[in-house]
């Protein structure tokens, strides 16, 4: 064999393995970001659906807060949607949907966290595993969708000009937009698993012991020795709450020794505590003595009213 024939054959190896490197690179690139486009879809849905339970038993009577549940389960909804129909070679399109996608999640996360450290629209959030299993979601989903906006576009063809920014990210920038994510991420997780350990049942100012009656708005109602009014709910019984789990981290029950007070015309009797009859509860979202802001809800599969002592 000639020099020039050895030459030959080295160059046709060397060929023939750089094809086969090039033409073995997309295909697994193409599964990793398949992988991801998918669980980071998985993931808005499944926050969508938490929020959309959540909307449907009860959360779309609450002021404010009921309209904005709807919009992120149309978001969410959309969000999946676009990361999953909008094909990978469309860099540009794609990127976009999946920034939004983790945007998204980030901003959910954050409204549920402003609403169990300080309240929004007035409604201060309570622990509860829905709110933490969405939480959990949101990380996630941030984390995944954050991978995915990032991930490397396919490799354009040989006749094709080379890809600029956002179709194709520069691997130095990429790196360091992961890390800034991850440390999102972190932080993000972090900050939820504070919120939930500080989160916790009902203020005990919501509840105390003794019956009274309190004027709101022209009508006399009964509140606890706190003034906090009380509430009743539809679907009880005389003999049996209707109201437990989450439900009662929302609607605290009347707890305490069944004594009213002078002047109350209704018959006290206990399963925690009854009235005529009915169980008593408070509400979270009543902040302060004098206040009934859940009266006339339709929470947790029932209407709830104040109870008012001539009931």
Known sequence: MTRRDTMTRRATMTAAARAARDHAGPPARGWRTAT????????LIATGAIHLDLYLTGYRSV??????????VIAAFGLALAVLAIPGRLAVASRLAA??????????????????????????????????AAGVVEVAAFAVLA???????????????????????????????GATAAGLALVALVLLGTAVAGAGAPAPAATGTGLKTTTIGGTTVLANAKGFTLYWFAPDTPAASKCYGSCAQYWPPATGPAAAGPGLPGRVATI???YNGHPLYTYIGDTAPGQAKGNNLNL???LWHEMRASQ
């Open 99 to 132: 920034a939004a996608g983790a945007g998204f999640a980030l901003a959910t996360l954050g409204g549920y966290l402003l609403s169990v450290w300080i309240g929004l629209f007035g409604f201060t959030e309570v622990r509860t595993t829905a709110g933490i």
């Open 272 to 274: 925690k505590r009854t």
């Open 147 to 177: 991978a995915l906006a990032l991930a490397p576009a396919p490799a354009a063809g040989p006749a094709k000009a080379p890809a600029r920014f956002p179709a194709q990210i520069a691997p130095a920038t990429a790196r360091a937009a």
């Open 36 to 43: 991801l486009r998918v669980a980071g879809a998985g993931l």
């Open 300 to 302: 947790y599969g029932g």
């Open 63 to 72: 002021p404010a807060i009921g309209w904005l549940f709807l919009l992120q």
